[in-house]
């Protein structure tokens, strides 16, 4: 059984930051990948940042380009998600997600509110 658990969301002003864990109860390095989601009210869940394991890829959202960076610990079994420069617009429930052998594992997400 895959566990993830997130922490490390908050409330915070506009231009400030945050940084998200997520800790997996299995070895990070036998997944596909492990990336951070979000979700605002009322709007779809969407992919914010991913990092793969083989060849350290990552992908990140044209909206935090340059403002978050997505990190892994793999003694830890963490991944983070370094977020600087927050907007307002980056305020939503944010979820660690993992790929691993086809199947998708999800943690129960962390709100982030960035005040103007």
């Known amino acids: 059984q895959v566990q993830l658990v997130e922490s490390g969301g908050g409330l915070v002003q506009a231009g400030g930051s945050l940084r998200l864990s997520c800790a997996a109860s299995?070895?990070?390095?036998?997944?596909?990948?492990m990336g951070w989601f979000r979700q605002a009210p009322g709007k779809e869940r969407v992919l914010v940042a991913r990092?793969?394991?083989?060849?350290?890829?990552?992908y990140y959202a044209e909206s935090v380009k340059g403002r978050f960076t997505i990190s892994r610990d793999n003694a830890k079994n963490t991944v983070y998600l370094q977020m600087n420069s927050l907007k307002p617009e980056d305020t939503a429930v944010y979820y660690c997600?993992?790929?691993?052998?086809?199947?998708?594992?999800w943690g129960q997400g962390t709100q982030v509110t960035v005040s103007s």
């Open positions: 997600n993992m790929v691993a052998a086809g199947n998708d594992y």
């Open positions: 990092i793969r394991w083989s060849g350290h890829g990552t």
């Open positions: 299995v070895r990070t390095f036998s997944s596909d990948a």
